[in-house]
Protein backbone atom coordinates (compact mmCIF):
# COMPACT_ATOMS: atom_id res chain seq x y z
CA UNK A 1 0.00 0.00 0.00
CA UNK A 2 2.41 2.71 1.39
CA UNK A 3 4.82 1.58 -2.36
CA UNK A 4 1.16 2.21 -4.32
CA UNK A 5 0.81 5.30 -2.29
CA UNK A 6 4.61 6.81 -2.70
CA UNK A 7 4.24 6.11 -6.70
CA UNK A 8 0.91 8.32 -6.83
CA UNK A 9 2.91 11.16 -5.01
CA UNK A 10 5.35 10.88 -7.18
CA UNK A 11 2.92 10.97 -9.97
CA UNK A 12 1.32 13.55 -8.38
CA UNK A 13 4.22 16.16 -8.22
CA UNK A 14 5.52 14.97 -11.93
CA UNK A 15 2.06 16.91 -13.01
CA UNK A 16 2.20 19.52 -11.28
CA UNK A 17 5.91 19.87 -12.09
CA UNK A 18 5.10 19.86 -16.22
CA UNK A 19 1.90 21.99 -15.74
CA UNK A 20 4.57 24.57 -13.88
CA UNK A 21 6.58 24.47 -16.58
CA UNK A 22 3.85 24.42 -19.41
CA UNK A 23 2.40 27.87 -17.57
CA UNK A 24 5.64 29.67 -17.23
CA UNK A 25 6.64 28.93 -20.49
CA UNK A 26 3.28 30.03 -21.79
CA UNK A 27 4.10 33.04 -19.45
CA UNK A 28 7.56 34.30 -20.91
CA UNK A 29 5.86 33.17 -24.46
CA UNK A 30 3.27 36.24 -24.03
CA UNK A 31 5.69 38.60 -22.44
CA UNK A 32 8.14 38.11 -25.37
CA UNK A 33 5.13 38.46 -28.19
CA UNK A 34 3.78 41.89 -26.51
CA UNK A 35 7.60 43.14 -26.85
CA UNK A 36 7.90 43.02 -22.58
CA UNK A 37 10.79 41.76 -23.23
CA UNK A 38 12.53 42.73 -19.92
CA UNK A 39 9.64 41.31 -17.81
CA UNK A 40 9.80 37.93 -19.98
CA UNK A 41 13.16 37.59 -18.95
CA UNK A 42 12.82 38.44 -15.31
CA UNK A 43 10.57 35.75 -15.49
CA UNK A 44 12.34 33.21 -17.84
CA UNK A 45 15.62 33.34 -15.30
CA UNK A 46 13.45 33.15 -12.33
CA UNK A 47 11.27 29.82 -13.39
CA UNK A 48 14.51 28.42 -15.56
CA UNK A 49 12.02 28.69 -18.50
CA UNK A 50 14.34 29.40 -22.36
CA UNK A 51 13.67 32.89 -23.50
CA UNK A 52 13.37 31.72 -27.20
CA UNK A 53 10.22 28.91 -25.98
CA UNK A 54 7.79 28.20 -28.63
CA UNK A 55 3.97 29.15 -27.81
CA UNK A 56 1.26 29.90 -30.81
CA UNK A 57 0.30 33.37 -30.98
CA UNK A 58 -1.87 34.54 -28.37
CA UNK A 59 -2.30 30.64 -26.39
CA UNK A 60 -2.46 32.19 -23.18
CA UNK A 61 -4.99 34.55 -23.30
CA UNK A 62 -6.71 31.81 -25.57
CA UNK A 63 -6.74 29.53 -22.75
CA UNK A 64 -7.87 32.56 -20.04
CA UNK A 65 -10.60 33.59 -21.82
CA UNK A 66 -11.42 29.87 -22.20
CA UNK A 67 -11.32 29.65 -18.05
CA UNK A 68 -12.88 32.73 -17.51
CA UNK A 69 -16.29 31.91 -19.62
CA UNK A 70 -16.34 29.02 -17.72
CA UNK A 71 -16.07 30.57 -14.45
CA UNK A 72 -17.61 33.25 -15.13
CA UNK A 73 -20.53 33.95 -12.42
CA UNK A 74 -23.77 35.72 -13.82
CA UNK A 75 -23.40 38.78 -11.50
CA UNK A 76 -24.17 41.04 -14.55
CA UNK A 77 -28.15 39.52 -14.51
CA UNK A 78 -29.39 41.83 -12.38
CA UNK A 79 -33.19 41.96 -13.90
CA UNK A 80 -36.25 39.74 -13.31
CA UNK A 81 -36.26 36.18 -14.55
CA UNK A 82 -40.00 36.61 -15.05
CA UNK A 83 -39.01 37.97 -18.71
CA UNK A 84 -38.07 35.01 -20.97
CA UNK A 85 -35.10 34.00 -22.32
CA UNK A 86 -34.57 33.41 -25.91
CA UNK A 87 -32.77 30.07 -26.17
CA UNK A 88 -31.74 30.85 -29.97
CA UNK A 89 -29.40 34.16 -28.93
CA UNK A 90 -28.14 32.74 -25.26
CA UNK A 91 -27.27 29.32 -27.04
CA UNK A 92 -23.00 30.00 -26.96
CA UNK A 93 -22.68 33.24 -26.46
CA UNK A 94 -19.54 34.15 -25.51
CA UNK A 95 -17.27 31.72 -27.23
CA UNK A 96 -14.59 32.12 -28.30
CA UNK A 97 -14.30 32.32 -32.38
CA UNK A 98 -10.79 30.83 -33.84
CA UNK A 99 -8.34 33.47 -34.82
CA UNK A 100 -8.96 35.00 -37.93
CA UNK A 101 -5.75 37.46 -38.29
CA UNK A 102 -2.98 36.12 -41.05
CA UNK A 103 0.34 37.64 -39.65
CA UNK A 104 1.03 40.78 -40.78
CA UNK A 105 4.83 41.93 -40.61
CA UNK A 106 3.88 45.89 -40.80
CA UNK A 107 8.04 45.75 -40.20
CA UNK A 108 8.85 44.86 -43.28
CA UNK A 109 9.20 47.75 -45.43
CA UNK A 110 7.45 46.50 -48.14
CA UNK A 111 5.61 49.09 -49.95
CA UNK A 112 6.69 48.10 -53.55
CA UNK A 113 5.86 44.55 -53.56
CA UNK A 114 2.31 43.74 -55.50
CA UNK A 115 -0.68 44.21 -53.57
CA UNK A 116 -3.52 41.41 -52.81
CA UNK A 117 -6.88 41.94 -54.21
CA UNK A 118 -9.65 42.46 -51.98
CA UNK A 119 -12.78 40.53 -52.64
CA UNK A 120 -15.68 42.55 -54.66
CA UNK A 121 -17.96 43.49 -51.61
CA UNK A 122 -21.98 44.06 -52.62
CA UNK A 123 -24.22 45.28 -49.92
CA UNK A 124 -27.76 45.31 -49.24
CA UNK A 125 -29.78 48.32 -46.91
CA UNK A 126 -30.69 46.01 -44.15
CA UNK A 127 -33.09 48.62 -41.98
CA UNK A 128 -33.04 52.11 -40.75
CA UNK A 129 -33.35 54.32 -37.88
CA UNK A 130 -35.62 57.58 -37.59
CA UNK A 131 -32.44 59.65 -37.91
CA UNK A 132 -28.82 59.30 -38.47
CA UNK A 133 -27.33 56.36 -38.01
CA UNK A 134 -24.01 57.45 -35.86
CA UNK A 135 -22.65 53.93 -34.87
CA UNK A 136 -21.92 50.28 -35.12
CA UNK A 137 -20.05 47.20 -33.31
CA UNK A 138 -19.90 43.44 -33.82
CA UNK A 139 -20.12 41.01 -30.62
CA UNK A 140 -16.90 39.19 -30.34
CA UNK A 141 -18.08 36.02 -32.14
CA UNK A 142 -19.15 37.87 -35.18
CA UNK A 143 -22.83 36.85 -34.17
CA UNK A 144 -24.92 39.88 -33.65
CA UNK A 145 -24.51 43.20 -34.87
CA UNK A 146 -25.51 46.22 -32.71
CA UNK A 147 -26.71 49.84 -34.27
CA UNK A 148 -27.21 53.25 -32.32
CA UNK A 149 -28.53 56.05 -33.80
CA UNK A 150 -29.42 60.26 -33.32
CA UNK A 151 -33.10 58.87 -32.57
CA UNK A 152 -31.87 57.41 -29.48
CA UNK A 153 -32.57 53.83 -30.07
CA UNK A 154 -30.13 50.75 -30.78
CA UNK A 155 -30.84 48.13 -33.19
CA UNK A 156 -29.42 44.46 -32.67
CA UNK A 157 -29.20 42.29 -35.08
CA UNK A 158 -28.62 38.64 -35.67
CA UNK A 159 -26.28 38.12 -38.58
CA UNK A 160 -27.28 34.61 -39.74
CA UNK A 161 -30.90 36.58 -40.37
CA UNK A 162 -29.11 39.29 -42.55
CA UNK A 163 -27.84 36.26 -44.71
CA UNK A 164 -31.11 35.12 -45.14
CA UNK A 165 -32.94 38.43 -45.94
CA UNK A 166 -29.94 38.06 -48.67
CA UNK A 167 -31.39 34.89 -50.05
CA UNK A 168 -34.32 34.80 -52.36
CA UNK A 169 -37.44 35.23 -50.56
CA UNK A 170 -38.92 32.49 -48.63
CA UNK A 171 -42.29 31.51 -48.54
CA UNK A 172 -42.88 32.43 -45.13
CA UNK A 173 -42.37 36.03 -45.83
CA UNK A 174 -39.97 38.39 -45.53
CA UNK A 175 -36.72 37.63 -42.89
CA UNK A 176 -37.03 40.15 -40.41
CA UNK A 177 -32.93 40.85 -39.21
CA UNK A 178 -33.83 42.94 -36.23
CA UNK A 179 -34.18 40.70 -32.87
CA UNK A 180 -33.96 43.31 -30.38
CA UNK A 181 -34.49 47.37 -30.46
CA UNK A 182 -33.97 49.22 -27.44
CA UNK A 183 -35.02 52.59 -26.28
CA UNK A 184 -33.82 54.35 -22.69
CA UNK A 185 -31.68 57.14 -23.90
CA UNK A 186 -32.66 60.27 -23.71
CA UNK A 187 -29.86 61.99 -26.39
CA UNK A 188 -28.07 60.54 -29.56
CA UNK A 189 -25.98 57.37 -29.39
CA UNK A 190 -22.41 57.50 -29.55
CA UNK A 191 -21.07 53.77 -29.46
CA UNK A 192 -21.42 50.71 -28.31
CA UNK A 193 -20.12 47.36 -26.99
CA UNK A 194 -20.02 43.71 -26.55
CA UNK A 195 -19.87 41.99 -23.03
CA UNK A 196 -17.28 39.56 -24.29
CA UNK A 197 -18.82 36.33 -22.27
CA UNK A 198 -22.58 37.44 -21.40
CA UNK A 199 -25.11 38.56 -23.41
CA UNK A 200 -24.89 42.19 -22.34
CA UNK A 201 -24.89 45.46 -24.44
CA UNK A 202 -23.68 48.59 -23.93
CA UNK A 203 -24.21 52.41 -25.07
CA UNK A 204 -22.60 55.59 -24.51
CA UNK A 205 -24.79 58.32 -25.00
CA UNK A 206 -24.51 62.19 -24.89
CA UNK A 207 -27.41 62.05 -22.39
CA UNK A 208 -23.95 61.51 -20.06
CA UNK A 209 -24.78 57.54 -19.19
CA UNK A 210 -23.67 53.97 -20.15
CA UNK A 211 -26.16 51.80 -20.21
CA UNK A 212 -26.45 47.88 -19.74
CA UNK A 213 -28.81 45.65 -21.95
CA UNK A 214 -29.62 42.07 -21.61
CA UNK A 215 -30.34 41.06 -25.09
CA UNK A 216 -31.01 37.02 -23.90
CA UNK A 217 -34.30 38.77 -22.75
CA UNK A 218 -37.14 38.38 -25.52
CA UNK A 219 -39.40 41.70 -24.14
CA UNK A 220 -36.59 43.41 -22.48
CA UNK A 221 -36.52 47.25 -23.87
CA UNK A 222 -34.87 48.99 -21.12
CA UNK A 223 -31.76 48.82 -19.76
CA UNK A 224 -31.06 47.40 -16.60
CA UNK A 225 -28.07 48.55 -14.96
CA UNK A 226 -27.04 52.92 -15.75
CA UNK A 227 -23.63 54.30 -15.34
CA UNK A 228 -24.29 58.01 -14.46
CA UNK A 229 -21.17 59.97 -16.47
CA UNK A 230 -20.35 63.21 -15.22
CA UNK A 231 -19.75 63.94 -18.98
CA UNK A 232 -21.34 63.21 -22.82
CA UNK A 233 -20.17 59.81 -23.38
CA UNK A 234 -18.51 59.69 -27.10
CA UNK A 235 -16.71 56.13 -26.55
CA UNK A 236 -17.12 52.94 -24.90
CA UNK A 237 -15.08 49.66 -24.68
CA UNK A 238 -15.23 46.80 -22.52
CA UNK A 239 -11.81 45.25 -20.84
CA UNK A 240 -11.82 41.40 -22.49
CA UNK A 241 -12.09 39.98 -19.18
CA UNK A 242 -15.84 41.61 -19.03
CA UNK A 243 -14.76 43.06 -15.84
CA UNK A 244 -14.28 46.69 -16.27
CA UNK A 245 -15.08 48.85 -19.09
CA UNK A 246 -13.61 52.15 -20.11
CA UNK A 247 -15.25 55.36 -21.07
CA UNK A 248 -13.92 58.14 -23.48
CA UNK A 249 -15.82 61.32 -22.97
CA UNK A 250 -15.75 65.25 -23.30
CA UNK A 251 -13.29 64.93 -20.31
CA UNK A 252 -10.02 64.83 -21.42
CA UNK A 253 -8.78 61.50 -18.99
CA UNK A 254 -10.89 58.53 -20.02
CA UNK A 255 -13.09 56.92 -17.31
CA UNK A 256 -12.27 53.20 -15.84
CA UNK A 257 -15.47 51.87 -14.57
CA UNK A 258 -15.32 48.40 -12.32
CA UNK A 259 -18.40 46.90 -14.04
CA UNK A 260 -19.83 45.08 -10.38
CA UNK A 261 -19.26 48.13 -8.25
CA UNK A 262 -19.60 51.17 -10.42
CA UNK A 263 -16.71 52.84 -9.54
CA UNK A 264 -14.79 55.11 -11.39
CA UNK A 265 -11.00 55.42 -11.41
CA UNK A 266 -8.87 58.01 -12.58
CA UNK A 267 -5.02 58.03 -12.94
CA UNK A 268 -3.40 59.96 -9.62
CA UNK A 269 -1.49 62.27 -11.38
CA UNK A 270 -4.46 63.53 -14.17
CA UNK A 271 -4.72 67.01 -12.97
CA UNK A 272 -1.05 67.38 -13.58
CA UNK A 273 -1.15 65.71 -16.74
CA UNK A 274 -1.49 68.62 -18.92
CA UNK A 275 -4.40 67.34 -21.46
CA UNK A 276 -7.35 69.05 -22.29
CA UNK A 277 -9.02 67.52 -24.98
CA UNK A 278 -12.22 65.65 -25.27
CA UNK A 279 -11.50 61.43 -26.57
CA UNK A 280 -13.42 60.86 -29.78
CA UNK A 281 -12.34 56.70 -29.26
CA UNK A 282 -10.84 54.78 -26.80
CA UNK A 283 -10.19 51.27 -27.68
CA UNK A 284 -8.79 48.27 -25.32
CA UNK A 285 -5.94 45.85 -26.75
CA UNK A 286 -6.68 42.14 -26.87
CA UNK A 287 -5.06 41.10 -23.49
CA UNK A 288 -6.97 44.61 -21.48
CA UNK A 289 -2.56 45.47 -20.34
CA UNK A 290 -3.24 48.59 -22.86
CA UNK A 291 -5.71 50.67 -24.10
CA UNK A 292 -5.32 53.83 -26.72
CA UNK A 293 -7.52 56.81 -26.71
CA UNK A 294 -8.15 59.10 -30.50
CA UNK A 295 -8.05 62.91 -29.08
CA UNK A 296 -9.78 65.94 -30.65
CA UNK A 297 -6.53 67.70 -29.78
CA UNK A 298 -4.71 65.15 -32.30
CA UNK A 299 -2.95 63.24 -30.32
CA UNK A 300 -3.00 59.35 -30.06
CA UNK A 301 -2.46 57.88 -26.55
CA UNK A 302 -1.39 54.81 -25.27
CA UNK A 303 -2.60 53.84 -21.27
CA UNK A 304 -1.14 50.96 -19.20
CA UNK A 305 -4.25 49.09 -18.41
CA UNK A 306 -3.68 48.57 -15.22
CA UNK A 307 -2.15 51.71 -13.49
CA UNK A 308 -3.99 53.55 -15.77
CA UNK A 309 -0.89 56.18 -16.56
CA UNK A 310 -0.43 57.30 -19.91
CA UNK A 311 2.65 55.59 -20.76
CA UNK A 312 3.25 57.43 -24.96
CA UNK A 313 1.54 60.64 -26.07
CA UNK A 314 2.11 61.17 -29.63
CA UNK A 315 1.01 64.70 -29.84
CA UNK A 316 0.33 66.10 -33.17
CA UNK A 317 -0.23 62.26 -34.53
CA UNK A 318 -2.22 63.86 -37.41
CA UNK A 319 -1.11 67.63 -37.01
CA UNK A 320 -3.40 70.12 -35.64
CA UNK A 321 -6.39 67.53 -37.07
CA UNK A 322 -8.84 65.66 -34.67
CA UNK A 323 -8.21 62.33 -34.14
CA UNK A 324 -11.43 60.30 -34.94
CA UNK A 325 -10.15 56.73 -34.10
CA UNK A 326 -7.48 54.79 -33.10
CA UNK A 327 -7.33 50.42 -32.36
CA UNK A 328 -4.66 47.86 -31.99
CA UNK A 329 -4.21 45.41 -34.12
CA UNK A 330 -4.94 41.87 -32.72
CA UNK A 331 -1.43 40.98 -31.87
CA UNK A 332 -0.87 44.71 -29.74
CA UNK A 333 1.96 45.37 -31.73
CA UNK A 334 0.09 48.19 -33.56
CA UNK A 335 -2.47 51.37 -33.54
CA UNK A 336 -4.10 52.12 -36.62
CA UNK A 337 -5.79 55.72 -36.32
CA UNK A 338 -7.86 58.38 -38.02
CA UNK A 339 -8.40 61.79 -38.16
CA UNK A 340 -9.69 65.08 -40.27
CA UNK A 341 -6.71 65.46 -42.04
CA UNK A 342 -7.90 62.56 -44.67
CA UNK A 343 -5.17 60.33 -43.39
CA UNK A 344 -4.87 57.18 -41.98
CA UNK A 345 -2.02 55.98 -39.90
CA UNK A 346 -0.17 52.90 -38.55
CA UNK A 347 2.13 53.65 -35.22
CA UNK A 348 4.34 51.06 -33.75
CA UNK A 349 3.22 50.90 -29.86
CA UNK A 350 6.82 49.80 -28.40
CA UNK A 351 8.39 52.71 -30.03
CA UNK A 352 5.87 55.37 -31.13
CA UNK A 353 7.15 55.28 -35.01
CA UNK A 354 5.06 56.04 -37.58
CA UNK A 355 5.33 52.88 -39.62
CA UNK A 356 2.63 53.18 -42.85
CA UNK A 357 0.14 55.99 -44.22
CA UNK A 358 -2.63 55.36 -45.91
CA UNK A 359 -4.04 58.37 -48.22
CA UNK A 360 -6.11 59.10 -50.96
CA UNK A 361 -9.16 59.01 -49.64
CA UNK A 362 -10.98 62.68 -47.90
CA UNK A 363 -12.41 62.72 -44.70
CA UNK A 364 -12.52 66.00 -43.14
CA UNK A 365 -16.07 66.65 -41.54
CA UNK A 366 -17.73 63.40 -39.87
CA UNK A 367 -16.40 61.63 -36.60
CA UNK A 368 -15.37 58.49 -39.21
CA UNK A 369 -12.93 55.57 -38.35
CA UNK A 370 -10.53 53.45 -40.13
CA UNK A 371 -10.55 49.46 -39.53
CA UNK A 372 -8.64 46.54 -40.33
CA UNK A 373 -10.57 43.23 -42.41
CA UNK A 374 -10.70 40.68 -40.41
CA UNK A 375 -7.83 39.12 -41.37
CA UNK A 376 -5.88 42.73 -41.01
CA UNK A 377 -4.65 42.17 -44.89
CA UNK A 378 -6.20 45.56 -45.99
CA UNK A 379 -7.56 48.37 -43.94
CA UNK A 380 -10.89 50.29 -44.71
CA UNK A 381 -12.18 54.02 -44.16
CA UNK A 382 -14.56 56.24 -46.05
CA UNK A 383 -14.49 59.24 -49.27
CA UNK A 384 -16.19 61.52 -47.89
CA UNK A 385 -15.53 63.93 -51.06
CA UNK A 386 -16.27 60.83 -53.60
CA UNK A 387 -19.27 59.26 -50.99
CA UNK A 388 -17.17 56.08 -51.45
CA UNK A 389 -15.67 53.10 -49.31
CA UNK A 390 -11.98 52.66 -49.90
CA UNK A 391 -9.31 49.45 -49.33
CA UNK A 392 -6.06 49.81 -49.17
CA UNK A 393 -3.28 46.91 -48.78
CA UNK A 394 -2.15 47.21 -45.24
CA UNK A 395 1.29 46.05 -45.91
CA UNK A 396 1.51 47.67 -49.35
CA UNK A 397 -0.61 50.73 -48.78
CA UNK A 398 -1.69 51.26 -52.38
CA UNK A 399 -5.38 51.52 -52.71
CA UNK A 400 -6.79 48.52 -53.90
CA UNK A 401 -10.82 49.14 -54.35
CA UNK A 402 -13.11 52.22 -54.52
CA UNK A 403 -16.96 51.11 -53.79
CA UNK A 404 -19.84 53.71 -54.12
CA UNK A 405 -20.95 53.32 -51.02
CA UNK A 406 -24.80 53.43 -51.53
CA UNK A 407 -25.66 55.72 -49.00
CA UNK A 408 -27.20 59.50 -49.75
CA UNK A 409 -24.76 61.17 -48.61
CA UNK A 410 -21.16 59.75 -47.21
CA UNK A 411 -21.51 56.96 -44.37
CA UNK A 412 -19.94 58.42 -41.26
CA UNK A 413 -19.27 54.38 -39.96
CA UNK A 414 -17.66 51.38 -40.64
CA UNK A 415 -17.45 48.25 -38.80
CA UNK A 416 -15.82 45.09 -39.89
CA UNK A 417 -16.95 41.59 -38.68
CA UNK A 418 -14.28 40.00 -36.93
CA UNK A 419 -14.99 36.50 -38.13
CA UNK A 420 -15.62 36.93 -41.78
CA UNK A 421 -15.02 39.04 -45.08
CA UNK A 422 -18.31 41.17 -44.01
CA UNK A 423 -18.74 44.66 -42.73
CA UNK A 424 -21.03 47.32 -42.15
CA UNK A 425 -21.59 51.28 -43.16
CA UNK A 426 -24.00 53.45 -41.04
CA UNK A 427 -25.50 56.59 -43.18
CA UNK A 428 -26.41 59.95 -42.43
CA UNK A 429 -29.24 59.00 -44.16
CA UNK A 430 -30.29 56.77 -41.49
CA UNK A 431 -29.67 53.48 -43.02
CA UNK A 432 -27.72 50.57 -42.62
CA UNK A 433 -26.25 48.46 -45.17
CA UNK A 434 -24.26 45.01 -44.90
CA UNK A 435 -21.15 44.43 -47.25
CA UNK A 436 -20.18 41.18 -48.30
Known sequence: MGSNHNNDNLEHKLQAGKLFRHVNSLIVA??????????????ASATMTPMN????????????AKGLAVDKDETLRGVSTAVPFDPIVTAGYGSIPAPRAAYVDFSMNNTKGPSKNIPKHESRHISEHKNVARCARFSPDGRFLATGSADTSIKLFEIVKVKQMKQPEARDGPVRP???????????????????????????????????????????????????DTHNVRSVSFHPSGDYLLAGTDHSIPHLYDINTFKCYLPLNFQDMGV??????????????????????????????????????????????????????K?????????????????????????????????????????????EEFVLS???????????????????ARWPSNHIGAPRWLEHSPVEAAFVSCGIDRSIRHWT
Request: glycine share 6%.
Open 382 to 400: IDESLNEIVAWDSLTTEIV
Open 53 to 64: VEAPPNKLLELV
Open 276 to 329: NSAINQVRYSSTGGMYVTASKDGAIRLWDGVTASCVRSIDGAHGAAEATSANFT
Open 331 to 375: DQRYILSSAKDSSVKLWEVGTGRLVKQYVGATHTQLRCQAVFNDT
Open 178 to 228: VVRTFYDHQQPINDLDFHPQNTVLISGSKDRTIKFFDFSKAVAKRAFRVIQ
Open 30 to 43: HLRDNNLNQAASAV
